[in-house]
Every structure is written in structure tokens, then in C-alpha cells.
């Protein structure tokens, strides 16, 4: 075994913490995910109760519908993104393992470094993925509440 340890468990350390924070960014995805899914239900069974003289709210119904999908597609693409950047955390971790056992080895330190920048890239891309969405919830409410004044 080449390495201390402390040098095992400090070489560990980075991708455990960014799978931790992933898990947190996925609950939170779950979250939302949960809250958009209720509101499609909410609004098609408001829809299917309006009268045919309610014509005004039936129209901003139809028009948040179709962008509460696209918002769900955000979310779910997001939460991909985020369970592969766990998953390459992962990888990352097993690598870096793998690497104290054998020693210096060029193919496992390109993998542990290629597992990690993978997993970033996969963060980073569910990040904008979320960012997006959080852009269309606004534009959603704006329909919403456009009468409101």
C-alpha cells in the first residue's frame, strides 16, 4: 500500500464533499420537480371545472401548461446531470482509491482526473439546467398573475 492513510482518506476527501453537495442539489430538484408536477394537476382540474364564460382564465391555463412541461424537462435534465456527476464522484473516488493501492500509475491518474473533471462537467451543465427553469417559473408566474395589478 503506497500512502499513509491520511493521504488516502485527504485524496477521498474532495469527491465525497461534491457528492454530498450533488445530494443536495438533487433534493432540491426532487423538490421542485414535485411542486411543478402538482401544479400541471392543479391547473388541469381547474381547467376541466371552468365554465364556458371563463373563457380568460382557460386561455392563461393553455398558456402555462406548455411551459410547465418544458420547466419539468429542465428539471428532470437537471436531476440527470446532477446523478451523473454523483455517479463520476464516484468513479473519481474508486479511481483515487485504486491509485494508493497500485501507485503511480498513468492510466488510473488520467481516469481519477478525467472521473472528476466529467463530474464537474455534469454539475456545471445541471446548474444551467436549473438556472433555466428558474427563468421559466418566472415567466410562468408573470402569466399567472398578469391581471393582478
Given at each position: 500500500?503506497?500512502?499513509?492513510?491520511?493521504?488516502?482518506?485527504?485524496?477521498m476527501l474532495a469527491p465525497g464533499i461534491m457528492i454530498s453537495a450533488c445530494g443536495l442539489l438533487l433534493l432540491?430538484?426532487?423538490?421542485?420537480?414535485?411542486l411543478v408536477v402538482n401544479r400541471i394537476r392543479t391547473l388541469n382540474t381547474e381547467f376541466r371545472q371552468l365554465?364556458?364564460?371563463?373563457?380568460?382564465?382557460?386561455e392563461s391555463i393553455l398558456l402555462q401548461l406548455p411551459l410547465l412541461i418544458i420547466r419539468m424537462r429542465l428539471i428532470r435534465n437537471a436531476v440527470w446531470f446532477y446523478?451523473?456527476?454523483?455517479?463520476?464522484?464516484?468513479?473519481?473516488v474508486f479511481s483515487i482509491?485504486?491509485?494508493?493501492?497500485?501507485?503511480?500509475?498513468?492510466?488510473?491518474t488520467s481516469?481519477?482526473?478525467?472521473?472528476?473533471?466529467?463530474?464537474?462537467?455534469?454539475?456545471f451543465s445541471g446548474i444551467?439546467?436549473?438556472?433555466?427553469?428558474?427563468?421559466?417559473?418566472?415567466?410562468?408566474?408573470?402569466?399567472?398573475t398578469k391581471d393582478i395589478r
Open positions: 500500500m503506497h500512502g499513509t492513510i491520511i493521504e488516502i482518506i485527504n485524496g432540491g430538484m426532487n423538490n421542485k420537480y414535485s365554465t364556458p364564460d371563463e373563457l380568460h382564465r382557460k446523478t451523473i456527476g454523483i455517479a463520476m464522484f464516484i468513479f473519481s482509491g485504486l491509485y494508493f493501492l497500485v501507485g503511480e500509475n498513468s492510466i488510473i481516469l481519477s482526473i478525467s472521473f472528476f473533471i466529467v463530474a464537474l462537467l455534469a454539475v444551467l439546467h436549473a438556472a433555466k427553469e428558474v427563468r421559466l417559473g418566472f415567466e410562468i408566474l408573470k402569466i399567472e
